[in-house]
């Protein structure tokens, strides 16, 4: 069956970085495109994808600051965050285009 698992969350200060990873098991992972989306209170939001080609999308609020990447041998999905706000505070999870998820990581922005 398929299984996302994430890593790699914690506290950090603003303007610190953190490296998230997701492995994943029981599909072909190279096959398809990969997304992160974070969940807080209230508000889920789409943050970044990238297809099996290797394409990047992100959204506004995280361009220039995020970059998505994967290994295709490994694989594993990341998500290197740089220059963290505290309006980044949220669970990330991984996801796959035909709606499997993982349990998420938290990430907490905040002196």
């Known amino acids: 069956q398929v299984q996302l698992v994430e890593s790699g969350g914690g506290l950090v200060q603003p303007g610190g970085s953190l490296r998230l990873s997701c492995a994943a098991s029981g599909f072909t992972f190279s096959s398809y495109s990969m997304s992160w989306v974070r969940q807080s209170p209230g508000k889920g939001e789409w943050v970044s994808s990238i297809?099996?080609?290797?394409?990047?999308t992100y959204a506004d609020s995280v361009k220039g600051r995020f970059t998505i990447s994967r290994n295709n041998d490994k694989n594993m999905l990341y998500l290197q965050m740089n220059s963290l706000r505290p309006e980044d505070t949220a669970v990330y999870i991984c996801?796959?285009?035909?709606?499997?998820r993982g349990q998420g990581t938290q990430v907490t922005v905040s002196s």
């Open positions: 297809r099996n080609d290797g394409i990047t």
């Open positions: 996801v796959t285009p035909f709606g499997s």
